[in-house]
Structure formats: C-alpha cells, structure tokens
C-alpha cells in the first residue's frame, strides 16, 4: 500500500486525479444532468453526500465486512445513502429532484463512488477515507459546474438563472441538449490535456543540460 | 508442488453464517434508517404535491372562488367514495364554482406519451360551452428549445383559452382563425399533437361522465 499523507488524500481527488476530467469516472451524470448549473450543483452536492456517507460507513466498518461479501455491502451502504439523498431532495428542493429526474436514483451505480470504497475506504482508517471522499467529492462538483456553467451560458444564455448576454442572445440550443454535454466534455479535455502536455514539455526542456535547449531554439 | 513453485495461499474460509448475518445487518440498519427518513420527508411532499395541484386547478379553472374534488367510480362521478375505498387509487376530477355558486367548469389531469417521454396535463373544460377553459402542463421531458414550448411558450399555451373542442391541430400557415384550430408548434409537432390528443380522448371518454352528473345534479336541485 503506497502511503500517502493527509494533504495528498485530500487534494488528489480535487484535480490531479478528478474523477470526471482525469479519471473519466460517473460520465454519465456528467453528461446527463449538466445543462444548467443548478442541476450540476444538485447533482454534485447530492453525489456527495452519497460519497462521503458511503465512506465513512465502510470505513468504519470495514473489519467486520468479509472479503466474499464486501461488493454487495458497499452497494447496500451507497443504495441507502442515495435513498436518503432521493428523498431529501424531493423535500427540500421539488423543482431540482424532478430536474434531474432518475439520475438521483441512479448515483448507486455512479462507478466514482464504487471505486473510492474498493480502492480506499476499505482500506484505510475513517479519518483518511472522509478527506478522500471531501476531495474526490468537491472535484466531482467542480467538474459538473464547469460543465454546467459552459452550457447554462451557451445553451440558455444565463448563468444559475441570471442573464448573462441579454435578451439579444440567442441560444445555442445544442449545449443544452445531449450532443452539447459530449462537446462540452470534449471541449474541456482538450484544454486540460493540451495545458498538462504544455506543461510536461515545459519540464523536459528545463532538465536539458545547459545549452541544448538554445542549440535546438537556433536549429 | 515441489521446486519453486507459485506460494499457494491459505486463505481462511469465512463461514457461510457471517456472510449472511453481516448482509442482514446492514440491510436491517439500512432500512431501519429509510423508514425514518421517510417518516420526516413524506408529508412534506404530500403537501407540495398537493399545492401543486391546487395551484394548477386555479390556473386552468381562471381562479375559481371554491372547487369540489368528484370521483370517477363505476362509470361515473360521484362526490363521496363508498367505505373503505381508498381517494388516493380513484381518478379525480375538480369542479369549481364563482363566489354566486355557478359553475365555471371541470379541471381534469390525463397524460400520453409525447415525443419523449410521458405528457401529463391538467385542463379546465366549461360544459355550457364545449370549450377548453385553459391548459397547464403538469410533467413533460420535452426537448428543450423545441417540444419544451408546450410548458414555456405562453402565447402558444393561451391558444387553449376558449378554444371549442373537439380541438383540431392545423400548421401555423394553414390556420384558417376557426375556434376548434389550435396551432402546431413548428419543430415539434408531435409534442402539440399530444395535447390536442390528450384533451380530445379525455373529453371523449369523461363527457357523458360530466353531462349526467350535471343532470343528476339539476334534478336534485329541481326536487329541493
């Protein structure tokens, strides 16, 4: 088991490996629910709280739960929590539950918070398996508002319901449908991954020995 | 396995009895957990669904001063259930009435399945008349910019004030101003297809339900 220290737990999740942007994990909420930042900001608080629930029960847990049953436990704990999520909103927020209609219920088999149990929560003591959750949990609510935020503005022309462009605007209605949250998630993989190549490249020409770099600028 | 062999590991073998009895556990906890859950979010969306509607009945029935729920049982409407039948399983049509006690007409809720998914609409119907009094989507999914104009578009809803059923859809460019004429919402034809549909079958099906109880009512009240 490679150890890690506390900040590394906590900051992991939140960008250098996003489970949406870096990992490519839960794209199907990403993709579904992402046409106004409202939704994405529901989803992502309601993901969440399932996530940081769910780690903490296993966590806690996690010496009584045998190997051979330890998959169906982790779903059973992740199909509460999500429940309790469903209603919750439903409650507290009717317009967003029925928003983001199914998907609520379907963040039981969001594979992001399948992979923190497997892969950490199981492992680890409680306190280390919440600041995973925290991180993992906050950087899947920032990858759905950036999502969220690129098509609430192009596909509708507000941003959490405020105008942005004014009423001359007229909106790209595509951002607001599916094929909008492929381009979107296309969109930010590029300029992600173009600005980690950038910076790679950056690096290597700094551990050049001194006069390679000028010698090749000159070539 | 002799000579350098892969080490074979002895795994201990959980009994079957701890596999069952941690599942159980962690079921019972997690049930035990719902039913609290909800017992406290339960009557809160009750209440909202039933302002909802309440909401909704005013709309299509332009604010009526009182309205009274009828049940549709046994082929036709009735104010009271008999014992022991549940209100919530039975379809319910509301009657609304002006502060004088006249009638203004029947709000009723139907649904059918639009482009994408389920259409559900409730709709004011005056009997006097024959004419939709006014329409309110109540579910739909839509595709937004086009077939979502059945929820936002406002002029395209106000069609249905006064339109004389049954309603025909005609294209926008063949509209000829006929009072039964509700028009097409260009890119999504199907989607306002489905609510003349909707209001036409329910209509159908509902107006001899409405048309004897109307009758019943006017004999009870010539017998007073």
């Known amino acids: 088991m490679k150890q890690t220290t506390p900040q590394q737990d906590f900051f992991r999740g939140i960008w250098r490996e996003n489970p949406v942007l870096i990992q490519m994990l839960g794209l199907c909420p990403a993709l579904a629910v992402t046409n106004t930042v409202e939704n994405s900001l529901a989803m992502g608080i309601a993901t969440f709280f399932v996530l940081t629930g769910s780690s903490l029960l296993v966590s806690l847990f996690r010496r009584w739960i045998p190997n051979e049953v330890r998959i169906s436990t982790f779903?059973?704990?992740?199909?509460?929590?999500?429940?309790?999520?469903?209603?919750?909103?439903?409650?507290?927020?009717?317009?967003?539950?029925?928003?983001?209609?199914?998907?609520?219920?379907?963040?039981?088999?969001?594979?992001?918070?399948?992979?923190?149990?497997?892969?950490?929560?199981?492992?680890?003591?409680?306190?280390?398996s919440l600041l995973d959750a925290f991180g993992t949990g906050i950087g899947f609510v920032i990858a759905l508002v950036m999502m969220g935020g690129v098509r609430e503005v192009l596909g509708n022309g507000t941003f959490l319901g405020f105008s942005v462009f004014g009423s001359r605007f007229e909106p790209w209605v595509i951002f607001a449908l599916p094929p909008g949250g492929f381009l979107t998630l296309g969109f930010w993989l590029l300029i992600l991954n173009w600005f980690e190549k950038r910076r790679a490249d950056r690096a290597k020409v700094r551990d050049w020995p001194d006069g390679v770099a000028e010698a090749r600028a000159a070539a | 396995?002799?000579?350098?062999?892969?080490?074979?590991?002895?795994?201990?073998?959980?009994?079957?009895?701890?596999?069952?009895?941690?599942?159980?556990?962690?079921?019972?906890?997690?049930?035990?957990?719902?039913?609290?859950?909800?017992?406290?979010?339960?009557?809160?969306?009750?209440?909202?669904?039933?302002?909802?509607?309440?909401?909704?009945?005013?709309?299509?029935?332009?604010?009526?001063?009182?309205?009274?729920?009828?049940?549709?049982?046994?082929?036709?409407?009735?104010?009271?259930?008999?014992?022991?039948q549940?209100?919530?399983?039975?379809?319910?049509?509301?009657?609304?009435?002006?502060?004088?006690?006249?009638?203004?007409?029947?709000?009723?809720?139907?649904?059918?399945?639009?482009?994408?998914?389920?259409?559900r609409i409730i709709f004011g119907y005056d009997r006097a008349e024959a004419s939709v009094l006014g329409m309110k989507v109540l579910e739909s999914k839509e595709t937004p910019g086009l077939g979502d104009k059945i929820e936002k578009d406002s002029s395209w809803v106000a069609q249905f004030d006064g339109a004389v059923v049954p309603l025909v859809g005609v294209k926008p460019r063949q509209a000829t101003g006929d009072v039964h004429e509700i028009d097409f919402i260009t890119g999504a034809t199907i989607s306002s297809k489905t609510i003349i549909t909707i209001i036409n079958e329910t209509l159908e099906r509902m107006g001899p339900m409405i048309d004897a109880y109307a009758a019943t009512r006017v004999a009870a009240e010539g017998t007073r």
């Not at chain 1, 892969?119 to 003591?125: G, L």
């Not at chain 2, 919530?88 to 998914?117: H, K, N, P, W």
């Open chain 1, 75 to 128: 779903i059973l704990i992740i199909a509460t929590f999500v429940t309790v999520a469903d209603m919750g909103l439903e409650a507290i927020v009717p317009t967003v539950h029925k928003a983001l209609g199914a998907f609520v219920a379907l963040i039981v088999v969001n594979c992001m918070i399948l992979s923190r149990q497997e892969a950490f929560a199981a492992k680890r003591p409680v306190g280390r």
């Open chain 2, 1 to 84: 396995m002799t000579g350098g062999g892969l080490p074979v590991i002895e795994r201990k073998e959980v009994p079957a009895w701890r596999l069952v009895a941690t599942l159980g556990t962690a079921g019972g906890l997690a049930g035990f957990l719902l039913v609290f859950v909800f017992g406290w979010t339960q009557p809160i969306i009750q209440a909202y669904k039933a302002e909802q509607l309440r909401l909704a009945v005013q709309e299509v029935l332009k604010a009526p001063d009182r309205y009274d729920t009828l049940y549709v049982f046994d082929g036709a409407l009735t104010s009271t259930l008999p014992e022991g």
């Open chain 2, 86 to 119: 549940d209100p919530t399983t039975v379809e319910q049509i509301y009657l609304g009435y002006r502060d004088t006690g006249d009638e203004i007409g029947f709000a009723m809720a139907a649904d059918r399945s639009g482009f994408q998914d389920k259409i």
